[in-house]
């Protein structure tokens, strides 16, 4: 705001810029220090995002030097200037690297940070780096760079994962313990069938970040600010350069298309429910109900009152963590839902939730293979609770079924009533005498007793995918085949 000398014959303006001035303070009172140059010290906080996307230095500087050979290749830069600014790249990218490098909040982001400080090195050649570019392609460019690699190292951490369950599978293939449905006790199966569910739902993971991975394989370089470019750029060539398939179709989309980090970032949440659901088993099966598992001190807390207790504390936080990463996807969706075409600033603002998402995930596999690595297994504990909710009367009925040809329902209300038997008699069904049970069915023979135990019972379980521990360790076999 400007103000009038004291000489001014204008009151009436004077009193204005009075007031304005004593609005601007009032103003400033209210934002605080941070603040005190007023508007523009608020707007360049707004509008800096240095702090965020300097995270894509490697990337902008890969993509900057493709740029710049395909300019000089197709005769739009000179090959002096050319080698001038694959150099100059060169030597900004080791000063990152080696943490020398000054970035600038008033420089706004990483792609005016890494030009204004080439144009130090190499001088006005920098300025001609951006020929036939906007930011618009290249931080989508960036980003694209960014999100394949960490695709790449989070999958390489899923493997580890499926690593660590498939060690431990292989190792309980004929550990028997409880199945459960309602938490109830259901039938029995082995301890590495169970750990083999968990191979199948991090596999499915891999399988959608490749999946991802090949939809976001195109390059947005060359597609400009929206509408491409008059200058005879070889977009082809930059995508052949920087490891993508092809380049983007159509230049509109190139620059506002953000799917491929929604479909990332729902890659993630899926598999943050996976990894959820594998911690809330490893907090169950470490309560004193259920004993099934010990962890050690490396994953594990004491209280800071009750000298006896060891808590789950690393599994409980790969629990709450399933929220970072869904809220991140929520956050990328609501930032998206409403953005006409091309670019918004609103876009500035992807970079963080899928950050955040990525670190969180990347600590979370880690923390899991960890524990799953760490885990000491309670087998007898496993087997005593075996004894538990008759887990054997499938096998009473498909007994009944197989040998007295009885009809399914019918030999389920058999099954019934000899439960119920047992049950009065407070036994287990391989305990249950024979003459009790031909008091419901005279037809029952001993040879039922070859079905009631549950190492008979999950051996039988021969069915292509069911937990016979030759059945796990085929599974064990061809896993590793499919996800390592």
Same mark, same amino acid.
Request: glycine letters at 8%.
């Given at each position: 705001?400007?103000?009038?000398?004291?000489?001014?014959?204008?009151?009436?303006?004077?009193?204005?810029?009075?007031?304005?001035?004593?609005?601007t303070a009032g103003a400033n009172a209210m934002w605080g220090g941070r603040?005190?140059?007023?508007?523009?010290?608020?707007?360049?906080?707004?509008?800096?995002?240095?702090?965020?996307? $300097?995270?894509?230095?490697?990337?902008?500087?890969?993509?900057?030097?493709?740029?710049?050979?395909?300019?000089?290749?197709?005769?739009?830069?000179?090959?002096?200037?050319?080698?001038?600014?694959?150099?100059?790249?060169?030597?900004?990218?080791?000063?990152?690297?080696?943490?020398?490098?000054?970035?600038?909040?008033?420089?706004?982001?990483?792609?005016?940070?890494?030009?204004?400080?080439? =144009?130090?090195?190499?001088?006005?050649?920098?300025?001609?780096?951006?020929?036939?570019?906007?930011?618009?392609?290249?931080?989508?460019?960036?980003?694209?760079?960014?999100?394949?690699?960490?695709?790449?190292?989070?999958?390489?951490?899923?493997?580890?994962?499926?690593?660590?369950?498939?060690?431990?599978?292989?190792?309980?293939?004929?550990?028997?313990?409880?199945?459960?449905?309602?938490?109830?006790?259901?039938?029995?199966?082995? +301890?590495?069938?169970?750990?083999?569910?968990?191979?199948?739902?991090?596999?499915?993971?891999?399988?959608?970040?490749?999946?991802?991975?090949?939809?976001?394989?195109?390059?947005?370089?060359?597609?400009?600010?929206?509408?491409?470019?008059?200058?005879?750029?070889? =977009?082809?060539?930059?995508?052949?350069?920087?490891?993508?398939?092809?380049?983007?179709?159509?230049?509109?989309?190139?620059?506002?298309?953000?799917? +491929?980090?929604?479909?990332?970032?729902?890659?993630?949440?899926?598999?943050?429910?996976?990894?959820?659901?594998?911690?809330?088993?490893?907090?169950?099966?470490?309560?004193?109900? +259920?004993?099934?598992?010990?962890?050690?001190?490396?994953?594990?807390?004491?209280?800071?009152?009750?000298?006896? $207790?060891?808590?789950?504390?690393?599994?409980?936080?790969?629990?709450? $963590?399933?929220?970072?990463?869904?809220?991140?996807?929520?956050?990328?969706?609501?930032?998206?839902?409403?953005?006409?075409?091309?670019?918004? $600033?609103?876009?500035?603002?992807?970079?963080?939730?899928?950050?955040?998402?990525?670190?969180?995930?990347?600590?979370?596999?880690?923390?899991?293979?960890?524990?799953?690595?760490?885990?000491?297994?309670?087998?007898?504990?496993?087997?005593?609770?075996?004894?538990?909710?008759?887990?054997?009367?499938?096998?009473?009925?498909?007994?009944?079924?197989?040998?007295?040809?009885?009809?399914?329902?019918?030999?389920?209300?058999?099954?019934?009533?000899?439960?119920?038997?047992?049950?009065?008699?407070?036994?287990?069904?391989?305990?249950?005498?024979?003459?009790?049970?031909?008091?419901?069915?005279?037809?029952?023979?001993?040879?039922?007793?070859?079905?009631?135990?549950?190492?008979?019972?999950?051996?039988?379980?021969?069915?292509?995918?069911?937990?016979?521990?030759?059945?796990?360790?085929?599974?064990?076999?061809?896993?590793?085949?499919?996800?390592?």
């Amino acid at each position: 705001m400007s103000t009038k000398s004291p000489s001014s014959p204008q009151p009436a303006a004077a009193a204005a810029n009075t007031a304005g001035a004593a609005d601007t303070a009032g103003a400033n009172a209210m934002w605080g220090g941070r603040f005190a140059a007023g508007p523009a010290a608020i707007m360049q906080s707004i509008n800096a995002s240095i702090d965020i996307d $300097k995270r894509l230095y490697a990337e902008d500087i890969a993509g900057s030097k493709a740029h710049a050979a395909m300019l000089v290749k197709q005769g739009i830069l000179t090959a002096a200037d050319g080698a001038a600014i694959a150099q100059g790249l060169d030597k900004i990218k080791a000063e990152i690297d080696a943490g020398d490098f000054v970035f600038k909040t008033a420089l706004e982001d990483i792609h005016m940070n890494v030009e204004a400080r080439l =144009r130090e090195l190499i001088g006005d050649a920098a300025g001609r780096l951006h020929t036939a570019r906007s930011r618009n392609d290249q931080v989508a460019t960036d980003f694209k760079l960014w999100t394949r690699r960490a695709i790449d190292e989070v999958s390489a951490a899923g493997r580890d994962l499926i690593a660590a369950l498939l060690g431990r599978a292989e190792q309980h293939a004929a550990t028997v313990m409880p199945g459960f449905t309602h938490l109830q006790p259901a039938q029995p199966i082995t +301890f590495g069938h169970h750990l083999m569910a968990y191979v199948e739902m991090f596999g499915r993971d891999l399988g959608r970040l490749g999946d991802c991975r090949t939809r976001l394989n195109e390059s947005p370089l060359g597609a400009a600010a929206l509408a491409g470019t008059s200058f005879p750029i070889d =977009r082809h060539a930059t995508a052949q350069t920087l490891g993508f398939d092809r380049p983007s179709a159509n230049s509109l989309d190139a620059v506002s298309d953000r799917d +491929f980090a929604l479909e990332y970032l729902s890659a993630l949440s899926i598999m943050s429910i996976h990894l959820s659901r594998l911690a809330e088993e490893i907090v169950i099966w470490m309560s004193d109900g +259920f004993r099934y598992i010990a962890l050690s001190d490396a994953f594990t807390t004491g209280s800071s009152i009750m000298p006896q $207790k060891r808590n789950p504390d690393a599994a409980e936080l790969v629990r709450a $963590k399933a929220g970072h990463v869904i809220g991140s996807l929520n956050q990328l969706l609501i930032i998206l839902k409403g953005l006409p075409l091309a670019y918004g $600033k609103d876009m500035q603002d992807d970079k963080a939730p899928t950050f955040a998402a990525t670190d969180t995930i990347a600590l979370c596999l880690a923390a899991t293979a960890g524990m799953i690595r760490d885990m000491t297994v309670n087998e007898q504990r496993l087997r005593d609770a075996t004894r538990g909710g008759f887990l054997t009367a499938t096998d009473l009925a498909d007994w009944l079924v197989r040998v007295l040809n009885l009809p399914f329902r019918d030999a389920h209300h058999v099954t019934g009533s000899i439960v119920a038997k047992a049950e009065a008699a407070g036994c287990q069904l391989h305990e249950l005498p024979l003459a009790e049970m031909q008091q419901i069915d005279s037809r029952i023979t001993a040879a039922v007793f070859d079905v009631l135990g549950v190492d008979q019972s999950v051996a039988s379980r021969k069915s292509f995918g069911g937990t016979a521990p030759e059945n796990v360790r085929s599974a064990v076999i061809t896993a590793k085949e499919r996800f390592l």
